[in-house]
Antibody
């Protein structure tokens, strides 16, 4: 059974880069057929799709974040990562990684990690 | 971006009630409509995909219907574990947007 686990700093200073990693277990990113997504949820708010990466490295980003966003994959470690630069308090959220079948139908989710942007 | 609008935003109901949540897209999304359930402090859980297909392991009291721009999620007989927030999501066109959520509370 595939499981996803987010990891990374829980506190990031304004203007710095937020970096998170999602480790996939119970299955291989390299096997293909799935899209590896990031989704966030601002405190007490709804869900916002951030972007996805395919095992080959192809990406698609939310245009609202595209200028600050980089999603990468390391198939040797069975991980994919998110980097969001020039963060502000508006980037404070719970960040989830999720496996997408048919792109953005997300059937397996990590437990989420809370990131606070504050000095 | 495609806007997804859910109604109601909140709903109070009792165990064994039949409940319907609606979701409207700002343009046609064909059959690319998914429903998720989220409980406090937990990740969302996929319930229904492609309008009406039940995700594996999801009880049959959940069902989905609709077409084009208008969709519904129905819970035929509410159980205590169903009290949660429900989100619709379109996976037709990036960015893949979600509805604002419907908070289903115990009456």
């Amino acid at each position: 059974q595939v499981q996803l686990q987010e990891s990374g700093p829980g506190l990031v200073k304004p203007s710095q880069t937020l970096s998170l990693t999602c480790t996939v277990s119970g299955g291989s990113i390299s096997s293909g057929g799935y899209y590896w997504n990031w989704v966030r949820q601002h405190p007490g708010k709804g869900l916002e799709w951030i972007g996805y990466i395919y095992h080959s490295g192809g990406t698609y980003y939310n245009p609202s974040l595209e200028s600050r966003l980089n999603i990468s994959v390391d198939t040797s470690k069975n991980q994919f990562s998110l980097k969001l630069s020039s963060v502000t308090a508006a980037d404070t959220a719970v960040y989830y990684c999720a496996r997408g079948t048919s792109v953005a139908r997300m059937d397996v989710w990590g437990q989420g990690t809370t990131v606070t942007v504050s000095s | 971006d495609i806007q997804m609008t859910q109604s109601p935003s909140s709903l109070s109901a009792s165990v064994r009630d039949r409940v319907t949540i609606t979701c409207r897209a700002s343009q046609s999304i064909r059959s690319y409509l998914n429903w998720y359930q989220q409980k406090p402090g937990k990740a969302p859980k996929l319930l229904i995909y492609a309008i009406s297909n039940l995700q594996s392991g999801v009880p049959s009291r959940f069902s989905g219907s609709g077409s084009g721009t208008d969709f519904t999620l129905t819970i035929s007989s509410l159980q205590p574990e169903d009290f949660a927030t429900y989100y619709c999501q379109q996976s037709y066109s990036a960015p893949y947007t979600f509805g604002q959520g419907t908070n289903l509370e115990i009456k």
